[in-house]
């Protein structure tokens, strides 16, 4: 499972999404809004979207589809 962090009205975080979609990743990754957790709003507030993998791996953007696909295949 991978976890995108996001907010409403972030386009930057829309524009991963869709990334995120085009690489075949939607039905095994969640969005969760950094809005809905204190520590991930200290943690992600300047930083979203950011993608993290359950091994603690992080995927900050700016990222491209290829960067995404390599990311995701050498996940542990």
Do not use: K, N
Not at 20 to 25: D, F, M, N, R
Not at 43 to 62: H, K, M, Q, S, T
């Amino acid at each position: 499972m991978l976890t995108l962090f996001h907010t409403d009205g972030c386009h930057l975080c829309e524009q991963a999404w869709a990334l995120v979609e085009q690489a075949g990743l939607a039905a095994t990754t969640r969005q969760s809004d950094i809005m809905d957790d204190e520590q991930w709003l200290a943690a992600y507030r300047v930083r979203i979207p950011v993608l993290r993998d359950e091994a603690g791996r992080e995927l900050g953007w700016p990222f491209t589809l290829v960067e995404l696909m390599a990311w995701a295949t050498h996940r542990g």
